[in-house]
């Protein structure tokens, strides 16, 4: 029982912090307004697949804290992160600020390759499973600076 608890509150924590970030960002929301590039999804994908990828850190992490294998570096990583994640969209959307988004995206990507190599040495499937994410975030680089290029 210990252990569900424990896979519960560490998808809880980022589906609870996307979900704030989402109410925070609902009035600033832009994204239909804007000059896209290709490749461009739907408004409507982002809150699937960023739902998806908090389920998916969640499992990650959990699988490293059942095992005891999450140390000090490990929770200032995974916790890093996901607070570079949660401003960012406040940064973009909230804020308009879209070029220093670009480059706050770069320090994102940066602590999620290091996230998944630290969690890959504790737990492969631990780290493998944060791939999705680090190729999401990628994309959304390429949006991001795209965004910004096109409606400047």
Known sequence: ?????IFIKNIIIPVAIGGI????????LDYNNL???FLSPPSIVFPIVWTI???IMGI????LEVDLKNDTSINL????????????????????WRFFSFI???LL?????????RFYNKNKVSGLIQIPYLLWSIFALYLNISIYLLNN
């Open 1 to 5: 029982m210990k252990k569900v608890f």
């Open 21 to 28: 970030v989402g109410i925070i960002i609902s009035k600033s």
């Open 35 to 37: 000059v896209k590039p």
């Open 53 to 55: 990828l908090y389920i």
């Open 60 to 63: 990650s992490y959990s699988l």
């Open 77 to 96: 990583i995974y916790y890093s992160q996901l607070f570079v994640n949660a401003l960012w969209s406040i940064f973009f959307f909230s804020f308009k």
């Open 104 to 106: 706050w995206l770069l």
């Open 109 to 117: 990507i940066f602590l999620v390759i290091l996230m998944i190599f």
